[in-house]
């Protein structure tokens, strides 16, 4: 009997098109959220990682971290030196 369990359960968050850097086609995409979940009686009840995002190409099936269709990470939201007089 399986009570607890781990989930990965894609949450659609946007389609559209976009170059396919795998398959080289613009075609379109489907952008999905994953999640990992200790799951209980299948409920997800305790997320054990931050979330990740995939873009899953329609054309060639395959999913690309969503960092490597946008070209760089955007983890330079913040930025310490724009600091400007008041
Ligand atoms: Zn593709």
Redesign the pocket.
Known sequence: MLIFGWGNRPKFVASGSFP??????N?NYIHLRHRRWITFFFIPVIPLSKPFDTVA??????S?PIVAVHGDPVSNAVAPDCRGPH
């Open positions: 396919c850097p795998v398959c080289k086609t075609t190409c329609q054309k060639c099936q395959s690309i």
